[in-house]
């Protein structure tokens, strides 16, 4: 059977094929009888095959061990995103550790900045509850005759520190004269105001006396006025805050006074409590720490706020 | 993925776009298009792995050209990442600057890289005669330049 011939354009796009050997024997055997004939089909058979060789050249391309490990299987999140980081332009790199920051802070914020903005609002509700020369008046008792401060006037709003539920309370002082506190009550029911006794005790004992002073609170019908139970020991004191029948507020005194130093002030608050029914705070510490407390205190503040009298008082 | 299998992808990139940082960005997120399609815990089959990467490598290139990324047109020493390239690059590069980029990519993919014909014409879902047809005029191609290359040599 005669062979089929081939035209040159034929063996021209025979020619990977032919190269590939994926020809038919009797096609390959007419590609070879035309590559004889044409020599423009020889010559880019040569080209072709000049080609596969240089690309089997490149296949000798090899990568730095590296790359390959950062790129593997295994990969090295470290490295990796250490170039990555590089590559990225300052912008992106700008605004991405902006972020960063932003959600550490913010992260942050319930556990350090929020105690620190409370402890500055702390600080400050302080500062307002200084009263003023024209609004204090009424330091109501102690023990001794007054004990003047170093600037040669008692502060008694200063020496005695805010209740946990008085921080953030309006408290306007405005308190009548010594001798007519009692009067001052029956006016302030009937013009709606409301008062609250704040105390300090000083003795040498403050955990015992703290004890007796729970239990001769509990006989005379007192109350607990706040959230702590009466005697709660807060820093170096005892806290007691309570609601405590009017009529036996000078027995409480004469026991006050029986066990240390007190001081008594009278000062006006927005809760109005019932007819016969007073609420007092009163703290229980050491001289020790009473004057430690005392050394504490912002002098200007002190002078801010400016004489006070002392005395014995009766509500 | 297995060294081997980075290697592959790793030479695809860096004949295509014959930019270091391109090729090996190109190359790192090939690699986890092929990731993807690996199950957990385990490694593709060999010729499954050159499906999926014959794939994933046509998408990003056309990606890279529809972007006009300057990797395309760059043809930066390769350094770095780079341990050993062949000698005599410029009738490769001439090609790279030259040809279209089916002709490019089968080229890379058959005669460099040895994927086999069934492979490449599956994974891009053509005739394997078409693929054969363009290798072929690529190869006649890249042959007139190494030609060329050397006589101007």
Not at chain 1, 97 to 105: H, I, K, R, S
Not at chain 1, 294 to 300: F, W
Not at chain 2, 65 to 87: D, M, R, V
Not at chain 2, 134 to 148: D, E, F, P, T, Y
């Amino acid at each position: 059977m005669p062979k089929k011939e081939l035209s040159e354009f034929f063996c021209k796009e025979l020619i990977y094929d032919y190269v590939d050997k994926t020809l038919p024997e009797e096609k390959s055997k007419s590609f070879e009888a035309g590559l004889k004939k044409f020599p423009g089909v020889n010559s880019d058979l040569q080209k072709v095959k000049r080609a596969i060789d240089y690309c089997n050249q490149l296949e000798q391309v090899s990568f730095s061990p590296d790359f390959v490990r950062q790129v593997s299987g295994s990969w090295d999140i470290r490295r990796l995103l250490k170039a990555e980081w590089a590559s990225w332009s300052p912008l992106y790199k700008w605004s991405l550790q902006a972020l960063v920051l932003a959600a550490f802070l913010a992260g942050l914020y319930p556990y350090v900045f929020k105690d620190f903005l409370r402890s500055r609002a702390f600080k400050t509700t302080i500062l307002a509850e200084a009263p003023s020369e024209s609004l204090v008046k009424e330091p109501i008792l102690e023990n001794q005759t007054a004990e003047q401060s170093p600037a040669g006037n008692s502060v008694a709003a200063n020496s005695i520190p805010p209740t946990p539920d008085e921080r953030s309370s309006e408290i306007v002082a405005a308190v009548e004269p010594t001798k007519e506190a009692a009067s001052s009550v029956n006016a302030a029911k009937t013009t709606g105001k409301g008062y609250v006794y704040r105390g300090y005790l000083s003795t040498a004992t403050p955990e015992l006396f703290s004890g007796q002073l729970v239990t001769f609170l509990n006989s005379n019908g007192a109350e607990k006025g706040g959230e702590v139970d009466l005697g709660w020991r807060r820093n170096d004191g005892f806290y007691f805050h309570f609601i405590y029948p009017e009529n036996q507020y000078e027995n409480l005194l004469a026991h006050l006074k029986s066990n240390g130093r007190v001081r008594i002030e009278k000062s006006e608050h927005k809760r109005v409590m019932p007819e016969g029914k007073i609420r007092i705070i009163l703290i229980i510490e050491s001289p020790l720490t009473k004057d430690e407390s005392r050394n504490d205190e912002n002098q200007p503040r002190s002078e801010a706020t400016g004489p006070a009298t002392q005395g014995e008082a009766a509500p | 993925m297995t060294e081997s299998q980075v290697q592959t992808v790793a030479t695809f990139f860096f004949y295509a776009l014959m930019d270091e940082k391109s090729a090996a960005t190109a190359c790192k997120r090939t690699l986890a298009e092929c990731r993807k399609a690996t199950p957990k815990n385990s490694t593709l089959p060999e010729d499954k792995f050159l499906e999926v990467f014959v794939r994933a490598s046509s998408e990003y290139y056309e990606k890279l050209q529809k972007k006009n990324a300057k990797g395309l047109a760059g043809l930066a020493s390769p350094k770095g990442w780079i341990e050993k390239a062949p000698e005599n690059l410029g009738p490769w590069k001439q090609f790279h600057r030259s040809t279209k980029k089916e002709e490019l990519l089968f080229i890379i993919w058959n005669r460099v890289l040895k994927i086999p014909l069934p492979v490449i014409s599956k994974a891009l879902n053509m005739s394997e005669g078409t693929v054969s047809y363009r290798i072929g005029k690529a190869l006649n191609k890249l042959g007139s330049m190494i030609h060329s290359d050397v006589s101007n040599a």
